[in-house]
């Protein structure tokens, strides 16, 4: 009863979303879906854009979006073939950008091609605006490998415009897509590639949906996460296919609550988190979803990463297939299939809860454990395992027995590798759970669980099992 109402109540917003940015549906009679008029067309060739992608045509495809009447829906056209230079563009409401197939818009690279203010560095933009999306079946393109000083296969060295006092640290790039303060977004069908930074970045939104979007960066490049949900309500992100540096689905809370996400029938590749909460997490994550996702070859599967004092309630895993291994240990992340932690990001800093996590029908491989590390003020409470499958061995010669902390807290500690390591939890509840073990000696496998029982009470376990295995029999 608890997936289902969740997804009667996203299927309602999906049909609301496929509404609003399918182009291709002008033969519907008005009979069965009464629109106020057909949808107006502007290309941005008709306004100069020549697509040759060398010289800029910002001005021209502003300007087709500027022609858009309001308040009606305007599809703003980028036609095959054609590769669109641009600064940053801003969206207007009732605009839905539809890049063809082998169409390209392609970001600039120089400072220049940005606002001032670094909060705005988007090659698209839509900011307090409604009724906007994007789809068509081409591709955006952040041309991320230009930002990269020095290539490397353990960590890209990134070039950063804080030398230039735009802004601070080591992360100032633009990203690709941003939709910040607006209702009812649609992004579907559409190729995110090669991100300077986050691909596409959702900032206190409302009515969301991301369907059929592909989003790849380079596998080696930090910071190029693919999914950000930042203070946004009610969510939908279903058949994304992601392959990427950074992390890949990352809810985030700096300014208000996030809540009503649901993520499913999505494919995962990435040197960090899969799917993150966190780390900014200083408002609360309510009534989370994800369901049938595979998740390939990453250094972390599902994370929780709560450092802010938000608090974490009501979230669902399940469906979920998943393989883990380690990458150099400048990427965060050890090969947990299943991470948890609630310790503060500074030592004065408030600690959040989590509690009410389901965790169902899971399947892993992975090179490391499981890790569920509470806090003493920041309990982890009613976790609840079903019908889990976890498959624990080594296949990568980089150096197991460590726990990772990060960001803050105690970085990275000695510890010896466990099926489930647990600190600072009330309420723990497995039913169904199967344990597998490598019969690999020198890779330091120590035991099925570890606690210390004075941090870790009311705990119950229904059939239960854990045991060695040979390769063949896998």
């Not at 296949?395 to 990060?406: E, K």
């Not at 466990?418 to 723990?428: K, L, P, T, V």
């Amino acid at each position: 009863m608890r997936l289902f109402s969740l997804y009667i109540f996203h299927l309602i917003i999906l049909v609301f979303s496929l509404l609003l940015i399918t182009p291709t549906q002008s033969h519907l009679t008005t009979s069965a879906i009464q629109l106020p008029s057909q949808s107006p067309t502007i290309s941005v060739t008709d306004f100069g854009a020549v697509g040759n992608g060398r010289q800029y045509d910002t001005r021209a495809i502003q300007s087709a979006i500027d022609a858009c009447p309001i308040p009606k829906t305007c599809h703003v056209v980028f036609s095959s073939p054609g590769a669109y230079l641009t600064a940053t563009i801003h969206l207007r409401s009732g605009v839905l950008l539809v890049v063809e197939e082998g169409a390209v818009i392609l970001g600039g690279t120089q400072l220049e091609d940005y606002p001032k203010e670094s909060e705005k560095w988007y090659v698209v933009l839509a900011e307090q605006v409604d009724n906007v999306g994007i789809t068509g079946g081409g591709e955006i393109n952040g041309q991320g490998l230009e930002f990269v000083k020095r290539f490397d296969e353990k960590k890209n060295v990134m070039v950063s415009w804080n030398q230039t006092g735009a802004c601070a640290g080591d992360e100032c790039r633009p990203r690709l897509v941003g939709f910040i303060g607006c209702k009812n977004i649609s992004v579907s069908n559409i190729n995110l590639i090669e991100p300077a930074y986050w691909c596409l970045h959702i900032v206190d939104c409302d009515n969301i949906g991301i369907h059929d979007v592909s989003i790849y960066g380079n596998f080696n490049s930090p910071n190029n996460d693919g999914i950000d949900i930042q203070d946004s309500n009610n969510t939908v992100i279903s058949r994304c296919h992601i392959d990427t540096g950074d992390d890949a689905i990352c809810p985030k809370t700096y300014n208000g609550p996030l809540y009503n996400l649901t993520a499913t029938d999505c494919w995962i590749r990435t040197k960090s988190s899969a799917i993150k909460l966190g780390s900014a997490s200083s408002f609360d994550f309510v009534h989370l979803l994800f369901d049938n996702i595979t998740i390939f070859q990453s250094h972390r599967g599902l994370g929780l990463q709560i450092r802010d004092g938000g608090n974490v309630k009501d979230i669902t895993f399940s469906n979920i297939n998943i393989s883990t291994r380690y990458y150099d240990p400048s990427w965060w992340g050890r090969a947990e299939p299943i991470y948890i932690t609630t310790c503060p990001r500074y030592s004065n800093g408030k600690e959040g809860s989590i509690s009410d996590i389901h965790f169902i029908n899971i399947t892993s491989v992975s090179e490391n454990g499981v890790f569920l590390s509470g806090s003493k003020g920041g309990l982890i409470r009613d976790l609840k395992f079903s019908n889990i499958d976890l498959t624990y061995r080594r296949w990568t010669n980089y150096i197991g027995g460590l726990v990772d902390y990060r960001p803050g807290c105690s970085g990275l500690v000695n510890h010896n590798m466990a099926g489930i390591i647990m600190e600072y939890i009330d309420g723990f509840q497995v039913e169904n759970f199967n344990m597998r073990w490598s019969e690999q000696k020198s890779v330091g496998w120590d035991n099925p669980l570890d606690f210390r029982p004075s941090t870790v009470n009311n705990i119950s376990f229904v059939n239960f099992h854990s045991s060695f295995y040979h390769h063949h029999s896998i």
